[in-house]
């Protein structure tokens, strides 16, 4: 079963913009985490978020999360071509229990 | 430090052959994952372990489908009999197991399955 879903499913943007991307979850949760996957490769983890947080931040991302809406957004400011990768969303299904990913979003970034 | 590595990066086999792939998790860390991914989707669960035990199994595909962790290092996933159907790239993660800083998790670069 999918916990989480990324919308869009694809976005093409310029060098320089920004990229938001969102994810909806199903059930209550204790943190989420954001991962990113070049073409053919592993899962790089980029940020992870607790319940208790409202918005985190690391470089040029920024992550909000909403309890109450059960979503999550994931903003890459000043976005370069080397952002170009898919990106998922992953909570756990309860407490320590393994991550489960959403269908991701593809990103473009032109240059 | 060595990340997780995955033995073979591609496997090309012809269906019906049995096919095993191997996972050797950052040295540290207690739980393993594998799972699965096929073009267009994100990585789908199969099965981990914690040490040597196998806490989640009920995921596996089908009973085509096996994992071992013996020693409680690196684990092998096991595909009997392929079917076409099986081609995808399977994905080993290792983490520690923090109960209260999240479960983040390391990827290796996945094994490429084709099955002809």
């Known amino acids: 079963s999918q916990q989480g879903e990324e919308d869009p499913q694809a976005l093409s943007i310029q060098e320089g913009e920004n990229a938001t991307m969102n994810c909806s979850y199903k059930?209550?949760?204790?943190?989420l985490q954001w991962y990113r996957q070049n073409s053919g490769r592993g899962l790089v983890h980029l940020i992870l978020?607790?319940?208790?947080?409202r918005e985190k931040h690391s470089g040029r991302l920024r992550v909000t999360l909403d309890t109450s809406k059960k979503s999550s957004s994931l903003l890459i400011t000043a976005s370069r071509a080397a952002d170009t990768a898919s990106y998922f969303c992953?909570?756990?299904?309860?407490?320590?229990?393994?991550?489960?990913f959403g269908k991701g979003t593809r990103l473009s970034v032109i240059a | 430090d060595t990340g997780v590595s995955q033995d073979p990066r591609h496997k090309i086999t012809k269906r019906g052959q049995n096919v095993t792939f191997r996972c050797d998790p950052i040295s540290e860390h207690n739980r393993l994952y594998w799972y699965r991914q096929t073009l267009g989707q994100g990585p789908e669960f199969l099965t981990y372990f914690q040490n040597e035990a196998q806490l989640e199994k009920s995921r596996l595909l089908s009973d085509r489908f096996s994992a071992e962790r013996p020693k409680g290092s690196f684990s092998t996933l096991e595909i009997q009999r392929t079917e076409q159907g099986d081609s995808a790239m399977y994905l080993c993660a290792s983490s520690t197991l923090w109960q209260n800083s999240g479960n983040t998790i390391y990827f290796g670069e996945g094994s490429w399955l084709t099955v002809v």
């Open positions: 978020i607790r319940s208790n947080e």
């Open positions: 059930t209550s949760i204790n943190n």
């Open positions: 992953a909570t756990p299904f309860s407490g320590n229990t393994p991550l489960v």
